[in-house]
T-cell receptor, first 117, second 114 residues
Framework: DGGITQSPKYLFRKEGQNVTLSCEQN?????MYWYRQDPGQGLRLIYY???????QKGDIAEGYSVSREKKESFPLTVTSAQKNPTAFYLC????????????????FGSGTRLTVV | AQSVTQLDSQVPVFEEAPVELRCNYS??????LFWYVQYPNQGLQLLLK??????LVKGINGFEAEFNKSQTSFHLRKPSVHISDTAEYFC????????????FGTGTQLKVEL
């Protein structure tokens, strides 16, 4: 079955460390997204990519970096510059373009819970 | 700029009672509207969406929502809830003709009690 796989499910980071969260999809979707979820704040967009080798900052990109070398993969690195990284991170994908075809909604992964220790 | 408001952070309800989760949006252009559900420590699952056409949209698990353009609302309803409906519900919007970036509300925690 097609879907999105996020790994690991739980991740612990020491102060000052960079960590990378994995996101892989086999839906043949063009666009991929990273969201951060904190209690009571909903989901906030970190980065998104509409096509391979291209990505844009979302609303809260500071302290994060991404790459999109393959259509299937969109890893997120949480750098030491991110002062409050403890959160639940969700990856999503969708068909790209404009119009109705692009707006069938997103498919989400099951998330990675990152905790700073 | 677009925004989504979910006024109720928590909604307690007894099993088999009806429920309405409220969602209002603000946008200077037309929007596409979505409701997602999230069970604990899981990703989001699409419940239903409004793209065009009939303003009453039916989704999975017996949920439905009505698009009201004059009130800029997209409230989610279910006539009789079950314990298994306990979850967090998110309303979200996409601007028409503006790519496909989803903007989410802050979520409503639905707690169904016996």
């Amino acid at each position: 079955d097609g879907g999105i796989t996020q790994s690991p499910k739980y991740l612990f980071r020491k102060e000052g460390q960079n960590v990378t969260l994995s996101c892989e999809q086999n839906l043949n979707h063009d666009a991929m997204y990273w969201y951060r979820q904190d209690p009571g704040q909903g989901l906030r967009l970190i980065y998104y990519s509409q096509i391979v080798n291209d990505f844009q900052k979302g609303d809260i990109a500071e302290g994060y970096s991404v790459s999109r070398e393959k259509k299937e993969s969109f890893p997120l690195t949480v750098t030491s510059a991110q002062k409050n990284p403890t959160a639940f991170y969700l990856c999503a994908s969708s068909l790209s373009g404009t119009g109705v075809r692009s707006n069938y909604g997103y498919t989400f992964g099951s998330g990675t819970r990152l905790t700073v220790v | 700029a677009q925004s989504v408001t979910q006024l109720d952070s928590q909604v307690p309800v007894f099993e088999e009672a009806p429920v309405e989760l409220r969602c209002n949006y603000s946008s200077s252009v037309s929007v596409y509207l979505f409701w997602y559900v999230q069970y604990p420590n899981q990703g989001l699952q699409l419940l239903l969406k409004y793209l065009s056409g009939s303003t009453l949209v039916k989704g999975i698990n017996g949920f439905e929502a009505e698009f009201n353009k004059s009130q800029t609302s997209f409230h989610l309803r279910k006539p009789s809830v079950h314990i298994s409906d306990t979850a967090e519900y998110f309303c979200a919007v996409i601007l028409t003709g503006g790519g496909n970036k989803l903007t989410f509300g802050t979520g409503t925690q639905l707690k169904v009690e016996l």
